[in-house]
């Protein structure tokens, strides 16, 4: 192993699926992904745990598998989380230098977020992250970076995103049943962002929105910062719901029929213009069902899903900065003609967020997903579990770099 090579092990716990990715990671040769594996997910609602002795084995399935193709044994993860319970909201905090030099220190912005993560707390809730929007340096206020700029008082605004204690402690707590160690944990928007958002788009406003079976989450991204995340315990599984209900199908069947839906109109007897396809009925006979009941179901469900997201970052005034328009990840995105919907909805550009992974022998520049074999997690679905790698590897270099200075300063080496 070259000596700055380091692991990562990634746990995205979703409602639908289970998802375990191994990587090794290099400040200069970006991330290879070594090992994925992949389980339908037990015992979760809307990204909620309810019955821990069931999701332990898939875990611990889904670990597994990622160990045998890496060839390598996991013990801590870092893992996502989501769930009704967590939202974001804005809090100021100030910070007077009273003594010696005012010129502004990473250590200076750290009391800073320590005493805004204090203002925001709130009893039974966690706090995820404490993210910077702009900052104030004696009065003078849209500052992005105050590092070593002088000021004797120091204003900002940031973001926290925070979570009921109880459900991040039992995502911890069932982990632990499964054998493994939490590391850290991420909310599964911000990990998004780090498979599927460019700098510029996070430069100039994104909003990232992850479409999950059972969850809706999103965040506006604005100068390299979050203005708002929120989560809607809604998901794929609502349109499955729907579409069992309205077919008179099992929830299993509309499943299928939904996720092969676009293949189903091509196998159908009257080719592209069909308008009847097959499904089995609760009665296991096959009958046909029209194809305008099945697209209008799908249609009026998604389209209601993001007219909430859009209605909800409207009425938080953020929609001004979202100047580069809409990326969506998750495995809804998977629908046919999904892009077309969202378009319609937030009436500006839409792309579905596709995490880019590199062929080991390709340099690619910035800190790339380098895969062999893993073709499969090119996939919107994906984008939670590799950007969770990506977001912990960031965090390990970090904290290496600051091991680095803090030793180099003590011995007065650099
Ligand atoms: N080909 C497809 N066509 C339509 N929908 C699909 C397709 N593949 C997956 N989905 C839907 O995507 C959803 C699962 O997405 P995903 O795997 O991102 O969820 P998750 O991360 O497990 O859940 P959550 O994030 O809500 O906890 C399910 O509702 C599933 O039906
Ligand atoms: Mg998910």
Redesign the pocket.
């Known amino acids: 192993m070259a000596r700055q090579d380091f692991y990562v092990n990634a746990l995205?716990?979703?409602?639908?699926?289970v998802r375990a990715v191994i990587a090794r990671c290099h400040a200069e040769h970006g991330i290879h992904l070594l090992g994925a594996g992949v389980r339908p997910?037990e015992g979760?609602r809307?990204?909620i745990i309810i019955d821990s002795g069931a999701l332990t084995p898939v875990i611990r399935a889904a670990i597994e598998e990622a160990e045998r193709q890496a060839r390598r044994e996991v013990r801590d993860v870092h893992i996502s989380i989501?769930g009704a319970h967590v939202h974001g909201v804005t809090v100021s905090a100030v910070l007077n230098i009273l003594e010696g030099d005012d010129t502004i220190t990473p250590a200076h912005l750290a009391e800073l977020m320590e005493k805004a993560r204090s203002n925001g707390a709130e009893k039974g809730r966690e706090c995820l992250h404490a993210i910077a929007q702009e900052y104030c340096l004696d009065g003078h206020s849209g500052i992005l970076n105050p590092l070593g700029k002088r000021a004797a008082r120091i204003e900002a605004a940031v973001h926290l995103i925070s979570g009921d204690h109880t459900m991040i402690e039992n995502h911890g707590r069932t982990v632990n049943e499964a054998g493994f160690v939490v590391q850290d944990i991420c909310f599964?928007v911000i990990a998004a962002g780090h498979a599927v958002l460019t700098d510029q788009e996070k430069k100039d406003g994104v909003l990232l929105i992850?479409?999950?079976?059972?969850?809706t989450?999103y965040a506006v991204y604005h100068n390299h910062s979050i203005y708002y995340a929120n989560v809607f315990g809604v998901?794929?599984?609502h349109?499955?719901n729907d579409l069992a209900l309205g077919l008179r199908i099992s929830f299993a069947e509309a499943?299928e029929t939904?996720?092969?839906?676009a293949r189903l109109l091509r196998m159908s007897e009257s080719g592209e213009n069909a308008q009847r396809i097959k499904v089995s009925g609760t009665d296991r006979k096959a009958r046909m069902v029209l194809r305008q009941d099945v697209e209008m179901i799908i249609d009026s469900r998604v389209e209601e899903l993001l007219q909430f997201v859009r209605d909800d970052v409207e009425q938080r005034q953020c929609r001004a900065r979202i100047t580069r328009g809409v990326v969506c990840?998750?495995?809804?995105t998977?629908?046919?003609r999904f892009l077309e919907r969202a378009e319609k909805v937030f009436n500006m550009p839409v792309r579905i967020g596709i995490p880019q992974l590199f062929s080991p022998h390709d340099r690619h520049p910035g800190f790339a997903f380098y895969a062999e074999r893993l073709e499969h997690l090119r996939d919107p679905?994906y984008a939670?579990v590799l950007g969770l790698v990506r977001y912990a590897a960031i965090n390990e270099l970090t904290a290496r770099e600051t091991r680095k200075s803090w030793w180099q300063r003590l011995f007065s080496l650099s």
């Open positions: 995205d716990l979703g409602t639908s699926q997910s979760m809307k990204s989501s599964s992850d479409l999950g079976g059972g969850t989450s998901g794929g599984d349109i499955t499943e939904k996720c092969t839906y990840t998750g495995g809804v998977h629908l046919h679905a939670t």
